[in-house]
């Protein structure tokens, strides 16, 4: 069903002119009249609830028109400066819509397509054209342009603040750094996940939960290969303590994956690559970059975007989730591995960036700003002609010198190698400072999951894939923290998974039924998008 919305999502043909604001609002532009938004087919039947969110300027006297070329809406003159939700439908737009309502007496938006006008005193000062409008989705405003996107998703910008206390920590070399992190909480615990099947994690929630700590969970509801009843029992072991657990999905949710792997904890906020699971945060699998926060500001912010994500119609309890579920036994990871680099505390400043919107676009940022090295550590690495990536070679190609680590995990050692392969040879044609390696763990971890870039003295940890599934769709959080300390820290981090061999992909092989599973398994992962 996700993939289907958005397919239908992709397909349809926009256009957006607005004499003031055609880019995204420049400085000095943010008053500017527009159209912002329209939802022209929600899910309801005969389209109850549709609605089209204007601005119009401050200080302004003038009289303001929406029209279809067919009906002429005229806007109230005691809103000026304010985003506006015009709609007939005011009681069912009110669930939908992030601007203050505006009831008119009409206003009916055609599925097929519609060409709308804001004018000011009769003259057009902003037009909407759209084709094809998707079931259940309004066109928003984002960094690189503008798109249909599921009703109740909400663009965000990257959020700045200020210096901060900063602790840097491994996986597998350091798990016990999430989970005391979880153990200390005295007021709250928001916890944002992929997927999650760890009891150490759900012990220290559950202990929370009884002594009066705050705590809500919120997974994906349809994780790729689906999930497991060891899962299912930890998820129902949390709601049996008083924990909420909610999942996000169904057919018109706002992410085609809810993908993070964060915690709000009190004041503190814990932000990881890994899973809540004992491959990930337990140390028994991943190679895992991960930082804890200690700042209320970081903290609020991922607290109202927990809040926003959680707090949606496609945000369905566990409960009622898991009625019509079923789940599949799983082997739980059990490896265990050397504890070679301990956790650093230090100082740095923070940036928040999230998907969709504004992740991808600020990490080419980060990439662009490089002046002397830029380290990449990705599970996989999706288009050779994405903007990241791009940026990873444009940064070769002014002299920065570039690294690119990769997993070597045998459902990715085939697309990996070929990549490294191509980087190489595109680094030995330019004559770039370019090289790319798929990682040998050699027993210091089992495969790299890790989403990491360290750009001078910038470092970039969270969830998010290098894959335009992840940029576009997923809903996935990061922290940019600009700090010397930190950036050396997870660079030796880096060198030593670096340097532990060339990146031989090692082939073994197997015998009968097994040999048939892996072979399926390597020809189902070319058509399966990377998401754990």
Same mark, same amino acid.
């Given at each position: 069903?996700?993939?289907?919305?958005?397919?239908?999502?992709?397909?349809?043909?926009?256009?957006?002119?607005?004499?003031?604001?055609?880019?995204?609002?420049?400085?000095?532009?943010?008053?500017?009249?527009?159209?912002?938004?329209?939802?022209?087919?929600?899910?309801?039947?005969?389209?109850?609830?549709?609605?089209?969110?204007?601005?119009?300027?401050?200080?302004?006297?003038?009289?303001?028109?929406?029209?279809?070329?067919?009906?002429?809406?005229?806007?109230?003159?005691?809103?000026?400066?304010?985003?506006?939700?015009?709609?007939?439908?005011?009681?069912?737009?009110?669930?939908?819509?992030?601007?203050?309502?505006?009831?008119?007496?009409?206003?009916?938006?055609?599925?097929?397509?519609?060409?709308?006008?804001?004018?000011?005193?009769?003259?057009?000062?902003? %037009?909407?054209?759209?084709?094809?409008?998707?079931?259940?989705?309004?066109?928003?405003?984002?960094?690189?342009?503008?798109?249909?996107?599921?009703?109740?998703?909400?663009?965000?910008?990257?959020?700045?603040?200020?210096?901060?206390?900063?602790?840097?920590?491994?996986?597998?070399?350091?798990?016990?750094?999430?989970?005391?992190?979880?153990?200390? $909480?005295?007021?709250?615990?928001?916890?944002?996940?992929?997927?999650?099947?760890?009891?150490?994690?759900?012990?220290?929630?559950?202990?929370?939960?009884?002594?009066?700590?705050?705590?809500?969970?919120?997974?994906?509801?349809?994780?790729?290969?689906?999930?497991?009843?060891?899962?299912?029992?930890?998820?129902?072991?949390?709601?049996?303590?008083?924990?909420?657990?909610?999942?996000?999905?169904?057919?018109?949710?706002?992410?085609?994956?809810?993908?993070?792997?964060?915690?709000?904890?009190?004041?503190?906020?814990?932000?990881?690559?890994?899973?809540?699971?004992?491959?990930?945060?337990?140390?028994?699998?991943?190679?895992?970059?991960?930082?804890?926060?200690?700042?209320?500001?970081?903290?609020?912010?991922?607290?109202?975007?927990?809040?926003?994500?959680?707090?949606?119609?496609?945000?369905?309890?566990?409960?009622?989730?898991?009625?019509?579920? %079923?789940?599949?036994?799983?082997?739980?990871?059990?490896?265990?591995?050397?504890?070679?680099?301990?956790?650093?505390?230090?100082?740095? %400043?923070?940036?928040?960036? %999230?998907?969709?919107?504004?992740?991808?676009?600020?990490?080419?940022?980060?990439?662009?700003?490089?002046?002397?090295?830029?380290?990449?550590?990705?599970?996989?690495?999706?288009?050779?002609?994405?903007?990241?990536?791009?940026?990873?070679?444009?940064?070769?190609?002014?002299?920065?010198?570039?690294?690119?680590?990769?997993?070597?995990?045998?459902?990715? $050692?085939?697309?990996?190698?070929?990549?490294?392969?191509?980087?190489?040879?595109?680094?030995?044609?330019?004559?770039?400072?370019?090289?790319?390696?798929?990682?040998?763990?050699?027993?210091?971890?089992?495969?790299?999951?890790?989403?990491?870039?360290?750009?001078?003295?910038?470092?970039?940890?969270?969830?998010?894939?290098?894959?335009?599934?992840?940029?576009?769709?997923?809903?996935?959080?990061?922290?940019?923290?600009?700090?010397?300390?930190?950036?050396?820290?997870?660079?030796?981090?880096?060198?030593?998974?670096?340097?532990?061999?060339?990146?031989?992909?090692?082939?073994?092989?197997?015998?009968?039924?097994?040999?048939?599973?892996?072979?399926?398994?390597?020809?189902?992962?070319?058509?399966?998008?990377?998401?754990?």
């Amino acid at each position: 069903m996700r993939a289907t919305r958005r397919l239908v999502g992709s397909l349809c043909l926009l256009v957006f002119v607005t004499t003031a604001a055609t880019t995204p609002v420049a400085a000095g532009a943010a008053d500017a009249p527009a159209i912002v938004a329209a939802v022209p087919n929600p899910v309801a039947d005969g389209d109850v609830g549709e609605f089209v969110v204007v601005r119009v300027p401050p200080t302004s006297t003038a009289n303001w028109t929406l029209t279809d070329g067919e009906t002429v809406v005229s806007l109230p003159a005691d809103r000026p400066g304010a985003r506006l939700a015009v709609t007939d439908s005011p009681n069912a737009t009110r669930r939908l819509a992030d601007a203050p309502v505006v009831a008119v007496s009409h206003l009916s938006l055609s599925n097929a397509g519609e060409r709308l006008r804001l004018r000011r005193d009769g003259a057009v000062v902003a %037009t909407l054209e759209y084709r094809d409008a998707p079931s259940g989705e309004r066109l928003v405003r984002e960094s690189g342009g503008r798109r249909w996107r599921p009703v109740g998703f909400q663009p965000r910008d990257v959020r700045s603040h200020g210096r901060a206390t900063v602790t840097g920590f491994l996986l597998p070399d350091a798990p016990g750094v999430p989970v005391e992190t979880l153990r200390d $909480a005295r007021r709250r615990i928001l916890l944002a996940g992929y997927t999650f099947t760890s009891d150490r994690v759900a012990d220290a929630l559950v202990a929370a939960s009884r002594r009066g700590v705050e705590v809500r969970v919120l997974v994906d509801g349809a994780p790729v290969g689906g999930r497991s009843a060891r899962g299912a029992a930890v998820l129902d072991r949390l709601v049996a303590a008083g924990v909420e657990v909610v999942v996000l999905g169904g057919p018109h949710a706002r992410f085609e994956y809810h993908h993070p792997k964060y915690a709000v904890v009190d004041d503190r906020a814990l932000v990881t690559s890994e899973n809540w699971k004992p491959a990930g945060v337990g140390g028994r699998s991943s190679r895992g970059w991960g930082v804890v926060v200690d700042s209320s500001s970081v903290a609020a912010d991922l607290a109202r975007l927990f809040r926003a994500d959680a707090g949606w119609r496609d945000a369905i309890p566990w409960r009622r989730h898991r009625r019509n579920e %079923t789940f599949d036994a799983e082997t739980p990871s059990n490896g265990t591995y050397p504890s070679r680099i301990d956790p650093e505390t230090t100082a740095g %400043t923070v940036r928040v960036l %999230t998907a969709p919107g504004n992740a991808e676009s600020a990490v080419v940022g980060v990439i662009d700003a490089a002046d002397e090295r830029v380290d990449v550590i990705q599970p996989t690495i999706g288009r050779r002609d994405g903007p990241l990536l791009r940026a990873t070679v444009r940064a070769a190609a002014r002299g920065v010198e570039v690294r690119v680590l990769l997993s070597g995990a045998w459902y990715v $050692a085939e697309e990996n190698a070929a990549l490294t392969e191509w980087l190489n040879g595109v680094a030995e044609r330019r004559d770039l400072p370019l090289s790319a390696r798929v990682a040998e763990p050699r027993g210091r971890f089992e495969k790299i999951h890790t989403k990491g870039v360290v750009a001078d003295d910038v470092v970039v940890v969270g969830s998010l894939n290098w894959n335009e599934n992840a940029v576009s769709n997923n809903r996935e959080v990061a922290v940019a923290v600009r700090s010397a300390d930190l950036a050396a820290y997870f660079r030796e981090a880096f060198a030593a998974d670096w340097s532990s061999g060339p990146g031989r992909t090692t082939w073994v092989l197997v015998a009968g039924a097994a040999a048939a599973l892996v072979l399926a398994m390597l020809v189902a992962k070319r058509t399966v998008r990377f998401v754990d």
